[in-house]
């Protein structure tokens, strides 16, 4: 039998509602097994996106609260450290409380994550998605 060690954590209601209805949908045998493979997944996606080096292009997407304390000073003044890679932004507001805003990069594949994990870091900072091309096509090994 795999060791296993026994977590807690807490959830807002509604995120754990809709949690448990993929687990329903993709026919789970139980939250532990779906929570297993969400961080098998989000690991693997870590490990692909920390292994990159060299010349890389793609596009990091941050939707944030823009009435959380400072974001949007907070999410420009990190951009301005970063304009060796940044190429363009573009801003959308997605509701009243919730902006998306896409960056275009291109350069050093570990400025490019420096910049995605200190997106990530800011409180008010919902979600970040960053997409990685590598320049000729090319895909890492």
């Not at 003044?77 to 970063?82: D, L, R």
């Not at 400025?111 to 900072?125: C, H, M, P, S, Y």
Request: aromatic letters at 4%; proline letters at 2%.
């Amino acid at each position: 039998m795999t060791d296993m060690d026994r977590i807690s954590i807490s959830l807002p209601s509604k995120l754990l509602k809709e949690f448990d209805e993929i687990i329903a949908e993709r026919g789970y045998a139980s939250r532990s097994e779906a929570i297993r493979d969400a961080i098998r997944d989000y690991i693997i996606k870590h490990k692909w996106i920390h292994s990159l080096e060299g010349e890389r292009a793609g596009s990091i997407s941050v939707i944030y609260n823009h009435h959380a304390s400072d974001v949007m000073e907070k999410i420009t003044e990190i951009q301005h450290n970063y304009t060796d890679i940044i190429v363009a932004t573009l801003h959308l507001h997605l509701d009243h409380d919730h902006c998306l805003e896409t960056i275009l990069v291109r350069g050093d594949a570990k400025r490019i994550r420096e910049l995605t994990d200190k997106l990530t870091a800011q409180k008010g900072v919902k979600q970040v998605k960053l997409s990685v091309m590598v320049p000729g096509g090319q895909i890492p090994e």
